[in-house]
């Protein structure tokens, strides 16, 4: 058996299986601190309830105002093009859904393949986008740490290295699927520990600003 077949097994068996493992724990403990922590308890008399300005707060501010759209134009559509990109791929592509389907039973139709390398392409360019503008503009220039370009690197190279895959631009193939894999796999292990949380807790956040404000009887 040939070095790259090897690596190909290693990355589907045993890293894999770590991989998952370190997620789940991970993001189990990361979101039960969350919870745990919860809120202070609020002796004021509730205005109104919570649940339902809480979900109207998560879908509000999934869609940028006019006014951070106006002061931040670039960051909200190359922000925007990337991550459809990235779930689309990740989502809609058959054998990222037939892995899905592995693991939970679960399944839907996928896109057609030119669609997905279509979308990957333009991923990949707006990933590349955004690193330049963040080593170029000078408050997120200040701002950055190693942490945001880590995280950088490990969604971009999820994305490049799956596109190589799917254009077969490495030889041996098996090399390059494995990376592809191994890339997704630091990723799963990166993700209950940097910003890439986000992913998660970001509608929690989102929920407990909404509920927050309509407790208080005030539009959020």
Do not use: C
């Amino acid at each position: 058996m040939s070095g790259s077949m090897e690596f190909l097994l290693w990355t589907k068996g045993p890293m894999f299986n770590i991989a998952i493992a370190i997620f789940a724990i991970g993001l189990l403990v990361r979101i039960a601190e969350i919870f745990v922590l919860g809120r202070k308890k609020n002796f004021a008399e509730a205005r109104a309830g919570e649940w339902g300005p809480g979900f109207r707060t998560m879908l509000t501010r999934t869609v940028a105002d006019p006014g951070t759209f106006q002061r931040a134009p670039f960051n909200v559509v190359v922000g925007w093009v990337w991550h459809i990109g990235f779930l689309i791929a990740l989502l809609l592509f058959l054998p990222h859904i037939a892995l899905i389907e592995s693991l939970t039973g679960l399944s839907w139709p996928a896109l057609p393949n030119p669609v997905i390398s279509l979308v990957t392409s333009v991923t990949l360019v707006a990933l590349i986008a955004t690193l330049v503008h963040r080593m170029t503009h000078p408050v997120k220039k200040r701002i950055s740490t190693v942490e945001d370009y880590v995280v950088w690197a490990v969604v971009f190279a999820v994305v490049l290295t799956g596109w190589l895959a799917y254009y077969r631009l490495v030889n041996p193939y098996p090399l390059v699927l494995g990376m592809h894999i191994l890339s997704a796999e630091i990723m799963l292990i990166l993700l209950p520990f940097t910003k890439l949380t986000h992913i998660f807790t970001t509608f929690i956040a989102r929920w407990y600003n909404g509920a927050a404000f309509g407790r208080k009887g005030v539009q959020s």
